[in-house]
């Protein structure tokens, strides 16, 4: 059995990953630009960037 790593996410955070996910598809797959976040959205998905980067073992943070 592979190492698993469990989140808890929020609805609006996992909305927000979901809607980032599909952007950046869109962006690779036909060239579409990729919106700006507002800062909410950001502050959500950089928290769960940071979390998912201690349970990986790293700081929490990139250099």
Same mark, same amino acid.
């Given at each position: =059995?592979? @190492?698993?790593? #469990? %989140?808890? *996410? @929020?609805? !609006?955070?996992? #909305? +927000?990953? &979901?809607? /980032?996910?599909? +952007? *950046?598809? #869109?962006? *690779?797959? /036909?060239? &579409?630009?990729? !919106? #700006? =976040? @507002?800062? /909410?959205?950001?502050? &959500?998905?950089? /928290? %769960? %960037?940071? +979390? *998912? @980067?201690?349970? %990986?073992?790293?700081?929490?943070?990139?250099?």
């Amino acid at each position: =059995m592979a @190492d698993l790593i #469990e %989140l808890n *996410l @929020d609805r !609006p955070t996992a #909305e +927000d990953l &979901r809607n /980032a996910l599909y +952007d *950046l598809g #869109e962006h *690779l797959a /036909a060239g &579409r630009p990729i !919106p #700006e =976040m @507002d800062a /909410a959205t950001s502050r &959500r998905l950089g /928290a %769960l %960037l940071r +979390d *998912l @980067d201690i349970r %990986l073992g790293g700081p929490g943070r990139f250099a």
